[in-house]
Antibody, heavy 121, light 108 residues
Framework: QVQLQQSGPGLVKPSQTLSLTCAIS??????????WTWIRHSPSRGLEWLGR?????????DYAVSVKSRISINPDTSKNQFSLHLNSVTPEDTAVYHC???????????WGQGTLVTVSS | SYVLTQPPSVSVAPGQTARITCGGN??????VHWYQQKPGQAPVLVVY???VRPSGIPERFSGSNSANTATLTLSRVEAGDEADYYC???????????FGGGTKLTVL
């Protein structure tokens, strides 16, 4: 059974960088069939896909257009985890952030517990 | 980019059938996945690839996909089905996952 354990601060000041980590157990960040994803949820915007990282003989990333200039998602093979960095945050980035695993066929089958991140001074 | 359109809310009496739609241009050419999300919880996959139920999901949940509309059908609705439901597809043109805006199912 895959488990995803998130960590990171719940409060970030405007203009600073939001950073979260997702530790994987039961699978490998370097898996050739899994995709590792960040998704956020807010009452006003519902579920919003942010981006993903995956390994297919080399590392790939895809990012949502809405955050592409501010986001990076990075694997850490030594710790079997991946991270989200979103810079220049504003109050509109306030949301519950989930890490997740996408199956090779595109649906999300495992989710992290979620982290409420509030952007406020 | 690809857009998925869901009704904001659907209401149904217990024991009746609820149908939640997800509209998209030629959506029948895509695989549609559905999630149930209850307050304070992570989403749960209830249907994938248009109509397949993951193990542990009751047979009351079913899905279909035709033309420009995919539909999640909940038969014999129970109070515990009250939640937000989201459809999702992969847009291969933009290399994006796309979620619908979500539908709040209310059990009267």
């Amino acid at each position: 059974q895959v488990q995803l354990q998130q960590s990171g601060p719940g409060l970030v000041k405007p203009s600073q960088t939001l950073s979260l980590t997702c530790a994987i157990s039961g699978d490998s960040v370097s898996s050739n069939s899994a995709v590792w994803t960040w998704i956020r949820h807010s009452p006003s915007r519902g579920l919003e896909w942010l981006g993903r990282t995956y390994y297919r003989s080399e590392w790939y990333n895809d990012y949502a257009v809405s955050v592409k200039s501010r986001i990076s998602i990075n694997p850490d093979t030594s710790k079997n985890q991946f991270s989200l960095h979103l810079n220049s945050v504003t109050p509109e980035d306030t949301a519950v952030y989930h890490c997740a695993r996408e199956s090779a066929s595109g649906w999300v089958d495992f989710w992290g517990q979620g982290t409420l991140v509030t952007v406020s001074s | 980019s690809y857009v998925l359109t869901q009704p904001p809310s659907v209401s149904v009496a217990p024991g009746q059938t609820a149908r939640i739609t997800c509209g998209g241009n030629n959506i029948e050419t895509k695989s549609v996945h559905w999630y149930q999300q209850k307050p304070g919880q992570a989403p749960v996959l209830v249907v994938y690839d248009d109509s397949v139920r993951p193990s542990g999901i009751p047979e009351r949940f079913s899905g279909s996909n035709s033309a420009n509309t995919a539909t999640l059908t909940l038969s014999r609705v129970e109070a515990g089905d009250e939640a937000d439901y989201y459809c999702q597809v992969w847009d291969g043109i933009s290399d994006h996952q796309v979620f619908g805006g979500g539908t709040k199912l209310t059990v009267l």
